[in-house]
């Protein structure tokens, strides 16, 4: 279950990567957008600079990756242990550190473009965002008629519950704190035994960032359109969404955790070193106007992808002679 899970997720993230990509490519040139300004220098000295030494993004989800192999491996019930409340110290700095200073840096962000004149200009990215919402709108109705297809269930009945999930993930924009909600929306519909979703959903929470995904990939696309007038080459692009949705599977489920993730291969496949602070500050702050929407998509996809999952391994159970009790409904 755990490999089927995984392996769904990355599907539907790479899927929903290339119908971004194609739907941003083919929209991109008929938007019309003003001539983009070079962001002016600030005066001498406004401000006062400073970095924290931090750990690469891909080596720290390497060492995780590594670390949760071997505990899996070696079955350590005293790593596990340590390493749940490893957990619980990241996820508390999260909720109480970072997701609160979250807002003060996309502020400075559109203080610095109105400091320097250029905040007019932001008004052009706004058909990004309805083309980002329409991308996700249309991920969750594809990814629901092929689960709806596949599984011989009715998607659309589960997906009718997940009415509540999605307006949490809305205003929340973090899957994390949205699963309880998944959970009980999926409980109440009946179609899927808890053995099922009871292992899928905390997975999904944050290895299905199929809306994030498809938020990053338009905002790549269009935003380097913006300031260049071109696309990059289309194999930057396509190489660009296989590592960011390989990324995606384990980034934390908070607001903003894809795009700062992805940003650690932004420089090297699609700007080489170029402008990087400028076209950062506004895919940041495009990314963050939309995470709500982006969230919800991967919130209400996770239940069609459970329904995927629970299909697939219910096949390989049987085929591997393995008897399965269905659950009553």
């Known amino acids: 279950m755990l490999v089927i899970s995984l392996l769904v997720a990355y599907l539907s993230s790479i899927s929903s990567a290339f119908l971004s990509l194609g739907i941003s490519i083919f929209v991109a040139p008929f938007l019309y957008f003003q001539s983009f300004v070079q962001v002016a220098n600030l005066p001498e000295n406004p401000l006062e600079n400073f970095s924290i030494p931090t750990i690469p993004p891909i080596i720290a989800l390497l060492v995780a990756i590594i670390i949760g192999l071997a505990i899996a491996w070696r079955r350590s019930k005293y790593l596990t242990r340590r390493m749940g409340i490893f957990q619980e110290v990241i996820l508390s700095l999260l909720r109480k550190v970072m997701t609160p200073i979250l807002p003060l840096f996309i502020g400075s962000n559109f203080a610095l473009f109105a400091y320097t004149g250029q905040i007019s200009n932001m008004g052009m990215f706004l058909p990004i965002i309805a083309l980002i919402v329409m991308c996700q709108l249309l991920w969750m109705i594809i990814i629901f008629s092929f689960a709806t297809s596949y599984s011989g269930k009715?998607?659309?009945?589960?997906?009718?519950?997940?009415?509540?999930a999605y307006l949490t993930a809305l205003g929340s924009m973090s899957s994390i704190a949205t699963l309880p909600v998944s959970m009980d929306c999926i409980e109440k519909s009946k179609m899927i035994g808890k053995e099922t979703y009871s292992f899928t959903l905390p997975l999904f929470s944050n290895s299905n960032l199929c809306g994030s995904i498809i938020a990053e990939m338009a905002?790549?696309?269009?935003?380097?359109?913006?300031?260049?007038?071109?696309?990059?080459?289309?194999?930057?692009?396509?190489?660009?969404?296989?590592?960011?949705?390989?990324?995606?599977?384990?980034?934390?489920?908070?607001?903003?955790?894809?795009?700062?993730?992805?940003?650690?291969?932004?420089?090297?496949?699609?700007?080489?070193?170029?402008?990087?602070?400028?076209?950062?500050?506004?895919?940041?702050?495009?990314?963050?106007?939309?995470?709500?929407?982006?969230?919800?998509?991967?919130?209400?996809?996770?239940?069609?992808?459970?329904?995927?999952?629970?299909?697939?391994?219910?096949?390989?159970?049987?085929?591997?002679?393995?008897?399965?009790?269905?659950?009553?409904?």
């Open 154 to 164: 009715n998607g659309w009945q589960l997906l009718k519950n997940y009415t509540n």
């Open 219 to 329: 905002l790549v696309t269009t935003t380097y359109y913006v300031f260049y007038n071109c696309f990059p080459p289309i194999i930057n692009l396509v190489i660009f969404a296989v590592i960011a949705c390989l990324l995606s599977i384990g980034s934390p489920g908070v607001p903003g955790g894809l795009n700062v993730v992805c940003s650690s291969i932004l420089g090297a496949f699609i700007l080489n070193g170029s402008e990087m602070d400028i076209f950062m500050g506004v895919m940041t702050a495009l990314y963050t106007l939309q995470d709500g929407f982006g969230t919800a998509c991967n919130v209400v996809t996770g239940g069609a992808l459970t329904l995927i999952t629970e299909k697939k391994t219910s096949k390989t159970s049987q085929s591997n002679g393995i008897q399965l009790i269905p659950m009553a409904s």
